[in-house]
Structures are given as structure tokens and as C-alpha cells.
């Protein structure tokens, strides 16, 4: 009797063919979620093979590459000039974001009343941090390279690349100075220090490795973003070192979208070149932000050493 | 003794105290002036964008009429515009239609989302319901890796690698299928498929494609949608899922009927998200899909899209007052408001996801 009804209970499953409709869709997930690591790894070793195969054919000497400036010639051409380029354009980039965004971080989470204004704010900084980065290049180009006389200069690139990482900088600093427990401050204010002085010798001495680490990631994204740099007006040759940042310029990524457009084999292998050193940087940066978060976390866990 | 009271006065002395209320009201005041210029930058793109679109319009800028009273002569008309099929506002003969540009970039849009948005969704059923913990932590940043790529990479890719390989080979393949592996398909022998080939290809494959763009733009929106998503899926609450397994459900079905619908909203949020990345790329679909703007459905075609429109445009450095100039800003424009119109569905969707389990 208790059989027959177990036999009843499961007449209309039809198990073997939802083991097979279980096992397929596993595969297609499995199948699927290979796609994005086989691209990748196709477009590295692209790029590697390459820059290999530039050098060997086309007798690329490294150090000349690295040093020299561009030239509408390849066999001269070198990447020196835009490296340098970059380099200020990080370094400008960061000073100018780095104490918007710090200052918008601290007002935000420690200042703010909940009302109006302050929703704004934060709806305003999720839309800034979706508008596409060329965007911001045509804001440079109109407000400052033209109607500001400033010209295609590195402070100008510099300019667009800060209003684009700013956002992404303040969503950091938020959350590390959101992560500093209220016991902190109230330990502070306990002792009668101001609220400034909580900020400042409390509240940021230990929200800033997290602070670091989003400045680096979105310097991550500054350094290796063209569209804003296009806008603003490139050269299509890094001919010269930039000697300041009032000089003309064309960084690492746009000197290697202006080769990467050439129809020249040569060129293009030269972009390959420069991607490398490009990922080569992106690296050295991913690696300083993994490095302090990993401090940080083992440092963070000891509050109770504060 | 004397510096005790000393202090002890300063602590509670009526200067002191108002002096460093001054200096918080001072120092708020700053990091208030510091989040204004988030706000200010948001509206001056939209100033800047508008004020210098309507000079395409209206031969004039709207500061120029305000401030010096210039004449205001129409150059380009609105229906032109929207209605147009030709755009080339550089040529010797103008055309002032927006139409294929616009499509160009939704082509690449479209397409981008028929790449990974189904992709990214299985990748993150997998890594949130059917992966070790120990392959989620290794696979997920990996994926990420995808999205921290500069998009210049993505477009040098397109050119040396997924154009000559993908695109000209499955062209090639098409056409004879007994394959000469890499070669051009313009100069070929006829092969079984050739109508066919040649029906949705007309002249063959050149440098530039918008199957190639949608294959490059596509790649580098998958982390975006898998996630997101995948966060999603990790705040659908375990109760659900064994609620479900209680009654005999398979994984299979746990994940179609149990997990996907309760995470719905975030992950269209990741989807909308991964769109409107898609709309604003530049670079990848400047290289990979060309500077043709024509209104064209063959995904071997070379297309336009607005965002590759102004890099040609500013490439040539138009002189400050051209139309070409202008159209810039009409462009840029537009391209904002489509991608705010995204972010701000976006943003609506992120909250109720977020609200749903809370």
C-alpha cells in the first residue's frame, strides 16, 4: 500500500529527464562563464604576441623606445614623451581630485543634515559617476581649452580626468570613513576634542589607507582613459617632452590609439608596445592599492589599539 | 598650579569655545563648498553642452544673444535633425540627420547587450548558486579584470586580433567554407554559402566592422552584468532556496524560478548599467567599428557611432564657431541625455533591489 502511493506520488516526474535538463544547464553555465576568462587571455596574449613579434621584425630597441619622443616616422618613434606625459597627468590629476573629493566624503558622511540638499548630493554623484568620460572631455574643451583660453595643455587633460575620478574617489572615502566606529568618535569627543579635531586626528588617520586605495584605483582608471585626453586635443605625436603643465602633450593611451590607427604594420606594432607599458603601470598601481588594503585590514582588525 | 588654572580657564572660557565653533562652522562651510562642486559640475556639463548645441541650432549661443544681442539665423532645423538619414556635417555638402549615427550606436548597444548580458547572467547563476567558494573568489576578480582594462586595449584587440580572426574568418568561412583560414574574403573563390555571404555582406569585410565592436564592447560589459548581479542573487535570502529544495525543487529549478525572479530588479539594474557603459565607450568602438555613418542591419558593415563621431571630429581639431565644431555639442548633448535617461532608471531599480530584502 505505502509503496503503490510513493509510486503515485512520483508518476509524473520524469526524473532522468531532469537530471539531463539539470546537467545541461550546468554546462551552459560553466561554458558561459569561460567566455570572459578565454577573452581575456586571448587579448593578453594578443597583445603580448604582439609586441613580440614587433620587436623581432622590426628591430625595436627597447630603451630607445622607452626614452626617445614619438615621430611621424616609426622606425624613430618612442614612447618617452607620453610616459612622461602620463606621469603629469596622474600627478596633477590626483592633487586636484584628492581634496574635492576627500572634503565631499567628510561633509557627506560627518556634516550633512538629512534633507534636501543632501539627497541631491548623493543623487547627483550616482549620475556623475555614469556619465560616459568623453563627455567630460567636450566639457573641458568648450569651458576651458576655448572659452577659458587655455589651450590643449596637460592641466587642462588633467582637469577632465579629475572631474571623472572624482565620484569614484568620494564612493571610497565614504565607505572607509563610514567604517570608523562611532565609539572612535565618541571616545573623542569625550576627551572635549572639537568636532574638527575629531576629523582630523581621529576619523581620517584611520579611514585614510581606504581613502588611498580608491585614489589609486580611480588613478587606475585616470591613466589608461582616452576619450576625455581626444577631446581635449591631443597631439597626434608625442614630438616633445612636456616641460610643465602648460605644455602640449599626448599621453600613453592616446599616442597609442594615434598608432593603433596608423594603417602601418610597424605602428601598430608599436601600440602593442605601449599597451604593455601601459598594463605595466595599471599593474604597479593595482598592486600598491591590493598592498595597502591588505595592511589595512590587518591593522584595521586592531582598533583597539587606537 | 598657576598653568592648571590657566588651562582649565581656556577649556571653559567663552572665547576659546566660540572660537573653535567658529572654525567647525568654517571648516563645514569648506567640505560643503567641496560637495557643491560635484552638483556644479553636473550642471555645468548641461549649461556648457546646451549653451554651445544651440549655437548649431540657432547660429548663435545663448550667452552670445544674451550678453551682445547677436542675431539669431537658424543654420540647422530640428527636423533635419531627427529626421535625417545622412550625417556629415563636414562634408562639402552638408547633411545635418542624426538618424545613423544614433543607430550606429544603439547597433553597437543592442548588440553589446545580446553579448553579455546572457553571458553575464549564467556566469553569475554559476559563481552565486553552483560555484565553490574557493572558484567564486578566484574567478570573480578575474572577471573584474575585464572591466578594469583600459578600453584603448579593447580597441587594439578589435583591430589586430577579433577583426582579422573572427569577423574576416567566419566571413571567410561563409563563403567557402573549405576555408582559406585568414585571407580577405574580396579575393576568393566561390564557395557553397557565397548568396549568402554575399547577401548580407555586399562587398566583404574591410578593416572595420560592427560585429567587431559588438564583440569587443560586449567582452567588457560581462563584469558589469555578472557582478551586479551576482550580487543580487546573493541577497535573495537562503530561506527561499531551501523553501524550495523542501519541496523537491531541483537546482535547475532553484535558480530559474527561485533565484533569478526574486533578484529581478538588480539584475536589470546591472543590465541597464552594462547598456548605458555600452552607449558612452568610445575608444573600442571608435577602432573596431569605424567612422562610416550609414544606416545599415549587416553586422559586417563599417558604422559610425556618436561617440566615434566626435573623436573624428576632434581629431581634425575644427576650428572654435564651425558647424563642425558645433555639432560636437549637438552630439555630446544628446549622447548625455540618453545616458542620464539610463542612469537615472538605473538608480530607481538599484534602490528597490536594495530595499526588497533589507
Partial sequence: MSTKRETDFLADVDLSREKLLNRLFYGTLVVASLFGLVMLILLLADVLWESVQAMTTFDIDLVQFLTSTSSSRAERAGFGASILASLWLMALTAVLAFFIAVGCAIYLVEFAPENRVTRLIEANLANLAGVPSIVYGLLVLALIVNDAGLGSVILAGAIALALLIVPIIIVAAIESIRAVPSSVRDGSYAMGATKWQTIRRVVLPQAMPGILTGTILALARAIGETAPLIMVGTMLHATRYPSGPLSSFSAMPTQIYNWTYQADRMFNGLAALGIVVLLVFLIVLYALAGYLRRRYETDGGSISNV | ?358
Fill in chain 2, 1 to 358: 598650579m598657576s598653568t592648571e588654572t590657566q588651562s582649565g580657564s581656556e577649556i571653559s572660557g567663552d572665547d576659546s569655545l566660540e572660537a573653535a565653533h567658529e572654525t567647525n562652522r568654517r571648516i563645514r562651510r569648506l567640505f560643503f563648498a567641496c560637495a557643491a562642486v560635484t552638483v556644479v559640475t553636473t550642471v555645468a556639463i548641461f549649461l556648457v553642452l546646451f549653451d554651445n548645441a544651440a549655437s548649431y541650432f540657432f547660429g548663435a549661443r545663448i550667452s552670445e544673444v544674451l550678453l551682445a544681442g547677436e542675431a539669431v539665423e537658424r543654420t540647422v532645423g530640428f527636423v533635419e535633425f531627427f529626421t535625417g538619414t545622412r550625417w556629415a556635417p563636414d562634408h562639402s555638402t552638408p547633411a545635418h540627420g542624426v538618424l545613423p549615427i544614433v543607430w550606429g550606436t544603439l547597433a553597437i548597444t543592442i548588440g553589446a547587450g545580446l553579448v553579455s548580458i546572457p553571458i553575464g547572467t549564467a556566469t553569475a547563476l554559476y559563481l552565486s548558486e553552483y560555484a565553490s567558494t574557493g572558484t567564486r573568489n578566484r574567478l570573480k576578480p578575474i572577471l573584474e579584470v575585464l572591466a578594469g582594462i583600459p578600453t584603448i586595449v579593447y580597441g587594439y584587440f578589435a583591430v589586430s586580433f577579433v577583426t582579422p580572426v573572427l569577423v574576416d574568418g567566419i566571413a571567410t568561412y561563409l563563403v567557402n567554407p573549405v576555408g582559406r583560414g585568414l585571407d580577405s574574403v574580396s579575393h576568393l573563390a566561390p564557395g557553397l554559402l557565397e548568396p549568402v555571404a554575399t547577401w548580407m555582406m555586399g562587398v566583404g569585410v574591410g578593416r572595420y566592422s560592427m560585429l567587431a565592436g559588438i564583440i569587443v564592447v560586449g567582452t567588457m560589459t560581462i563584469p558589469m552584468v555578472s557582478s551586479i548581479s551576482e550580487d543580487a542573487m546573493q541577497a535573495v535570502p537562503d530561506e527561499l532556496r531551501n523553501g524550495a529544495y523542501a519541496l523537491g525543487a531541483t537546482k535547475y529549478q532553484v535558480s530559474i524560478r527561485i533565484v533569478l525572479p526574486a533578484a529581478v530588479s538588480g539584475i536589470f539594474a546591472s543590465y541597464i548599467l552594462a547598456l548605458s557603459r555600452a552607449i558612452g565607450e568610445t575608444m573600442a568602438v571608435t577602432l573596431a567599428a569605424g567612422f562610416n555613418a550609414t544606416l545599415t542591419a549587416n553586422p559586417f558593415d563599417e558604422i559610425m557611432t556618436m561617440t566615434a563621431y566626435l573623436v573624428s571630429m576632434a581629431r581634425g581639431t575644427s576650428a572654435v564657431g564651425t558647424v563642425e565644431y558645433q555639432s560636437l555639442f549637438a552630439v555630446g548633448l544628446l549622447l548625455f541625455l540618453m545616458t542620464l535617461a539610463m542612469n537615472l532608471l538605473n538608480d530607481r531599480l538599484k534602490r528597490r533591489f536594495q530595499e526588497e530584502y533589507r
